[in-house]
């Protein structure tokens, strides 16, 4: 497959997991009466767009690792027009389903009629937003559809930025597999800074630093200032040169806070293995 191609394909993943977010949102809405999409707080904050936005744009996420296309302005853009096609849809199916004292709306209404009764009389007829409350909000409708909408885009933003923060090679333009997965657990800053701090210090590669890598830490039950730290092997598919990355997280007794400081992504030298070292198979 080339790659304009798979970027179509990508942008193809994408409008099907838009597609079934907006039957999905139907069905919901279908069965339970409850219209998820138009779920907001104090009015303004569209936390429904915004579920649904991020449910929508799972397909290009997973489609873009799968064919290793980078985030860039055409996924942006495919991604906007996808999000408001969805929109479209989800009110046109509603539009569709709705069935008021027996009598299918679609049968007598046309759909442009429809929607600005729908958006204007912000619902009060048909079960929508019970937190506006009482009177018509007007045109004040069409901008309650346009921050949904952009609750929309933001949920899809939240995956095009995970994507853009996934490690790659830069040479060879591949996102970098995880090959290993390491955790370890410290009860003190000293014993972790120990391990931390002296990770590199010994040659790459080397016996002393698989010994000390290979070595696994545990600290047993966690209490307040219990340090975790999980590392991973990393490679790429084409070139196979591979990267040690890092995140450490400390509990303060209540729950788990990560440090963002000491996060570190190393590539490792050319041509070495680190895998079993981490693995603790050295
Ligand atoms: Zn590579």
């Known amino acids: ?119 204007t009389t912000q619902h009060l007829k048909f079960g929508r937003g019970a937190h506006i409350d009482g009177g018509a909000v007007g045109e004040g409708g069409y901008w309650l559809a346009a921050l949904d909408f952009l609750g929309f885009l933001v949920g899809g933003g939240f995956v095009y930025f995970t994507l853009l923060q996934e490690p790659t090679c830069e040479p060879c333009n591949k996102y970098l597999k995880p090959l290993v997965k390491k955790k370890d657990s410290f009860g003190d800053q000293e014993s972790f800074a120990e391990y931390y701090d002296n990770e590199f210090a010994h040659p790459i590669g080397s016996a002393e630093f698989a010994r000390h890598v290979g070595t696994e830490y545990s600290a047993g039950k966690a209490e307040k200032g219990t340090i975790n730290m999980e590392t991973r092997v990393l490679e790429c598919p084409d070139c196979g040169s591979q990267a040690v990355s890092e995140t450490i997280q400390v509990f303060n007794g209540r729950d788990w806070k990560e440090i963002g400081e000491l996060r570190r992504f190393v590539e490792m030298p050319k041509g070495t293995d680190v895998r079993r070292a981490y693995s603790g198979l050295e």
């Open 1 to 119: 497959m080339n790659r304009t191609m798979q970027i179509s394909a990508v942008a193809g993943a994408g409008l099907v997991t838009s597609i079934l977010t907006a039957a999905g949102n139907t069905l919901i809405h279908w069965f339970t009466g409850f219209n998820l999409f138009s779920l907001s707080f104090f009015v303004i904050v569209p936390a429904g767009a915004l579920l649904c936005g991020f449910a929508a744009a799972y397909g290009y996420y997973f489609a873009a690792k799968f064919f290793h296309i980078r985030p860039n302005k055409v996924l942006l853009f495919q991604m906007i027009v996808i999000a408001a096609i969805t929109q479209f849809l989800i009110y046109w199916l509603e539009y569709q389903t709705l069935v008021v004292e027996g009598i299918h709306v679609a049968d007598f209404m046309p759909f442009g009629q429809y929607m600005d009764i729908s958006l």
